[in-house]
């Protein structure tokens, strides 16, 4: 988290000091949970898994438009074990990982709206933007006697037989709608939800296939049983089943995750304001 924050407060300040004569810039804070679509959790678009947090700086163009720099954090995971769907039980894979967000974003309120004036003292709105997201997939399989009461980061396995990691950094792209309120002079209340799609299909470790014998995880014995903790254990060096070339996650390219929460804004305004 500690890198994203990094990044947020630079982009922070060169914002700032590009747009110094602005009219008006918003800060916002905003808190709530975090949810993800892939090939651990294919029908359920608002399952909310884990806790979001995140913050912004905004410069409003005019009651319409809005740019904006955003730091998002998050904790998304998913476990076969807890599914309704006998297949992924079988299965047997899970994964946890934290979200570090960076975006830029531009707004649209479709009613003549901000939170410094305005002849409305509410609006929707929706948002859309391009961004970054570091995440680290792991594994814990304490039902899996070879593997131990251990979290394995299981990127490094290589778990469908990449040659190398895949990256732990991909493009994002979010979209959303949302609610704001003006409550007192600079301050609004918001709350939102936006989906992001991300330009990779490994937020959840899996993607493709069970490795083959041409292409084995790292490490081995304890690769395998990472790529298919449900194999069972080796019996006269052979796996009670094997799985190799087989579908191992579904046919889409990219997960998705989801941010939704509420938050509170205050908007600095120039004497240079808006007229109405």
Same mark, same amino acid.
């Given at each position: 988290?500690?890198? &994203?924050?990094?990044? %947020? ?8 000091? /590009? ?9 916002? +804070? ?30 409003? /163009? ?19 074990? #807890? ?19 960076? #975006?830029?974003? @531009? ?5 003549? !709206? /901000? ?11 929706? %948002?859309?933007?391009? $961004? ?40 994002? +792209? ?48 304890? &690769? ?12 006269? $060096? ?10 191992? $996650? ?9 941010? @939704?929460?509420?938050?509170?804004? !205050? ?10």
């Amino acid at each position: 988290m500690r890198y &994203g924050t990094r990044l %947020f407060c630079f982009f922070v300040i060169s914002f700032i000091g /590009f747009n110094a004569a602005a009219q008006t810039m918003e800060l916002g +804070v905003v808190g709530g949970g975090a949810g993800y679509m892939g090939d651990l959790n294919q029908t359920k678009p608002l399952k909310i898994s884990g806790i979001s947090a995140g913050a912004y700086v905004k410069m409003n /163009f005019d009651p319409y438009w809005g740019l904006g720099i955003h730091y998002n954090f998050g904790k998304i995971k998913a476990n076969d074990l #807890s599914s309704d769907n006998a297949q992924f039980r079988d299965r047997g894979l899970n994964f946890k990982t934290s979200l570090n967000e960076i #975006s830029l974003q @531009v707004d649209f309120n479709f009613l003549d !709206y /901000f939170a410094g004036g305005g002849t409305k003292g509410f609006t929707p709105y929706i %948002f859309t933007g391009i $961004g970054g997201v570091f995440f680290s997939p792991k594994g814990y399989y304490p039902h899996v006697a070879e593997l131990g009461d251990q979290e394995y980061n299981l990127r490094f396995y290589r778990t469908e037989g990449q040659k190398e990691p895949y990256k732990n950094y991909a493009l994002t +792209v979010p979209y959303g709608v949302g609610f704001k309120v003006r409550l007192k002079e600079n301050w609004g209340l918001f709350s939102q939800i936006g989906y992001r799609t991300a330009f990779t299909d490994y937020l959840d470790d899996v993607s493709g296939k069970y490795p083959d014998a041409n292409n084995p995880p790292a490490d081995g014995d304890r &690769g395998l049983m990472l790529s298919d903790p449900n194999r069972g254990p080796l019996v006269s $060096g052979i796996p009670r089943r094997t799985l190799s070339g087989t579908q191992r $996650g579904d046919f889409r390219k990219r997960d998705t995750y989801m941010f @939704v929460g509420i938050g509170i804004s !205050y908007t600095f305004v120039s004497q240079k304001c808006y007229t109405f």
